[in-house]
């Protein structure tokens, strides 16, 4: 029986999501299920609860191309 792939939908604009850059330099998001980015927050919160996270300088913004 093949394994039914879950359903990977676009980050909410404002959540939290992965990426991670290529060896050959491209950045890619990684696929999160609903379920999966909320665990994500969860453990955001927990990690930053005594030292909290700070956004990058903009000159680090990176820019998702659509999809």
């Known amino acids: 029986m093949k394994k039914k792939m879950p359903k990977v939908e676009r980050v909410e604009i404002g959540r939290l999501s992965l990426v991670r850059e290529t060896e050959d330099g491209r950045i ?3 696929g999160l ?13 927990v990690i930053s609860e005594g030292n ?13 191309k659509n999809m």
């Open 33 to 45: 299920t609903e379920e999966q980015s909320k665990m994500l927050q969860l453990y955001v919160a």
């Open 52 to 64: 909290p996270l700070l956004a990058m300088n903009e000159k680090y913004d990176l820019k998702l």
């Open 28 to 30: 890619q998001q990684i």
